[in-house]
């Protein structure tokens, strides 16, 4: 058996990660030919079948599944010897995975998460995506449950409630949505108007940011958190909070890199600033004044 370089275990890392070669090429910048064949080298390299193939995408066999764990093993020791690295240097980065919207509200208070005269820089990750942390690929997250990885520890931040949007003073008759596409559509709340309405959907986005912005514009209404739907001037909710999408929040880091200086400030200022908006996360108008 040949030794297979670390540069083909990068690419099956990303033909692992990203389900099929698309989406390895676009991030390799290799073809999608290209990437097969380095595949098909690797599996000869080491003697082992990788993947099961077929035109839905690359699904990893017990053997690939076995390699994935192994090189993000790798992979975490190599973030933790880079952020050692970097502590002795005074170059340390804290990286933080948020959704959309708490993104948005760590961007809005920026000033109470990274202050003048702080030795770290701040790498905001944004997505739909469950925070993954288990191999340290980000080193705070937040999650809408508890984690179950026994090398996670977490703090319960609250409750986060969700209603109906349309614009102020709207038709309340109005029964036009606008929805995240379906396939973009990972958290329940997104997903609600496609269960619920499907046949009113008049438009639809791949990112939630420019939902307020559609429905202040009188394109229809959607379902929003309550501190983003509550805040916006131009916005009122439709009806009362949807319960069955009201669900805890959790803010989660690696449980051996908690206790880093760096890390254990970001998350002490990230859990102030959310608890100190905990009655519009749970669904309690503001008042506007």
């Not at 994935?68 to 992979?75: T, V």
């Not at 820089?121 to 944004?126: D, G, N, V, Y």
């Not at 209603?163 to 329940?188: C, M």
């Not at 959907?201 to 394109?219: E, Q």
Request: charged fraction near 25%; glycine fraction near 8%.
């Amino acid at each position: 058996m040949k030794n297979a370089s670390w540069d083909s275990y990068q690419l099956f890392l990303q033909v692992a990660r990203l389900g099929g070669l698309t989406g390895a090429s676009t991030a390799s910048g290799l073809s999608p030919a290209t990437v097969g064949r380095r595949m098909l080298d690797l599996e000869q390299e080491i003697g082992r079948a990788l993947f099961s193939r077929s035109q839905t995408g690359y699904r990893l066999t017990q053997d690939g599944q076995a390699l994935l764990d192994h090189l993000q093993e790798m992979e975490a020791a190599a973030r933790k010897v880079a952020a050692w690295r970097q502590s002795g240097e005074g170059g340390t980065i804290v990286r933080v995975a948020a959704g959309t919207w708490l993104a948005w509200l760590l961007t809005e208070n920026f000033a109470a998460i990274r202050m003048p005269g702080d030795a770290f820089a701040i790498s905001l990750t944004i997505g739909e995506a469950r925070a993954s942390l288990a191999y340290r690929e980000s080193d705070i997250g937040i999650r809408a449950f508890e984690p179950e990885e026994a090398n996670l520890a977490a703090r319960l931040l609250g409750e986060v409630a969700y209603a109906v949007y349309i614009r102020r003073n709207a038709a309340e008759t109005d029964e036009r949505w606008i929805a995240v596409a379906e396939e973009e559509a990972i958290s329940a709340y997104l997903r609600w108007p496609h269960a619920h309405a499907a046949t009113g959907i008049v438009a639809t986005v791949n990112r939630p940011r420019s939902l307020p912005d559609l429905v202040r514009a009188g394109a229809g209404k959607t379902v929003l958190p309550c501190f983003v739907g509550d805040l916006h001037p131009e916005l009122q909710r439709q009806g009362g909070e949807l319960p069955e999408l009201r669900h805890r929040q959790w803010i989660v880091m690696n449980a051996e890199d908690r206790h880093r200086p760096e890390i254990r400030t970001v998350a002490d200022r990230m859990t102030k600033l959310i608890k100190s908006y905990a009655d519009l996360f749970a669904g309690k108008r503001p008042s506007r004044g």
